[in-house]
T-cell receptor
Framework: KAGVTQTPRYLIKTRGQQVTLSCSPISGHRSVSWYQQTPGQGLQFLFEYFSETQRNKGNFPGRFSGRQFSNSRSEMNVSTLELGDSALYLC????????????FGPGTRLTVT | QKEVEQNSGPLSVPEGAIASLNCTYSDRVSQSFFWYRQYSGKSPELIMSIYSNGDKEDGRFTAQLNKASQYVSLLIRDSQPSDSATYLCAVTPRGNEKLTFGTGTRLTIIP
């Protein structure tokens, strides 16, 4: 079974721009969660989507948004990029029911200059 | 107090010995507990999940959960150099996908 895929793997953007990251979950998984990983803050939860609905949300500003499509693929958008948004963005998928085991994709490395 | 606490290490263990990694959590409603392994430059990989008090064994790995003490641990038997990585403890409340992670323990296995 194919794992979680994320595109693109690397991005370089300028302050003030916006960016869209994509995540395709494991086949059959209906939940997609997004995390930000930085050396200073570690892994922090952004939001989770299940059946096209945002089910959980972390403590990030409104510049961070997401959506999920009917095929469970998810996108995350960050508007008005700041230098502090430079991080590894990880998505994880799970069935969304019972076990809550989450499997991570390889991540997108975003650098804001 | 952090929600999930781990000793950041580094923890150095001789090859073939038992590595013991510890994690405490503050939210008593936490119901699901996970250990992830993350190699440098890679994404976290799920290695163990545990939901009930007691021990759960999978190969060389044993997860231990004590909800009364709000404590979860991971034992790695017969440690190998390939076990050198950062180990992340994560917890979720009941029926919730929001994983809260500790900062991770860096483990080094010395040949």
């Amino acid at each position: 079974k194919a794992g979680v895929t994320q595109t693109p793997r690397y991005l370089i953007k300028t302050r003030g721009q916006q960016v869209t990251l994509s995540c395709s979950p494991i086949s059959g998984h209906r939940s997609v969660s997004w995390y930000q990983q930085t050396p200073g803050q570690g892994l922090q939860f952004l939001f989770e989507y299940f059946s096209e609905t945002q089910r959980n949300k972390g403590n990030f500003p409104g510049r961070f948004s997401g959506r999920q499509f009917s095929n469970s693929r998810s996108e995350m958008n960050v508007s008005t990029l700041e230098l502090g948004d430079s991080a590894l963005y990880l998505c994880a998928s799970s069935t969304g029911q019972s076990s809550y085991e989450q499997y991570f994709g390889p991540g997108t490395r975003l650098t804001v200059t | 107090q952090k929600e999930v606490e781990q000793n950041s290490g580094p923890l150095s263990v001789p090859e073939g010995a038992i590595a013991s990694l510890n994690c405490t959590y503050s939210d008593r409603v936490s119901q699901s507990f996970f250990w992830y392994r993350q190699y440098s430059g890679k994404s976290p990989e799920l290695i163990m999940s545990i939901y009930s008090n007691g021990d759960k064994e999978d190969g060389r790995f044993t997860a231990q959960l004590n909800k009364a003490s709000q404590y979860v641990s991971l034992l790695i038997r017969d440690s190998q150099p390939s076990d050198s990585a950062t180990y992340l403890c994560a917890v979720t409340p009941r029926g919730n996908e929001k994983l809260t992670f500790g900062t991770g323990t860096r483990l080094t296995i010395i040949p």
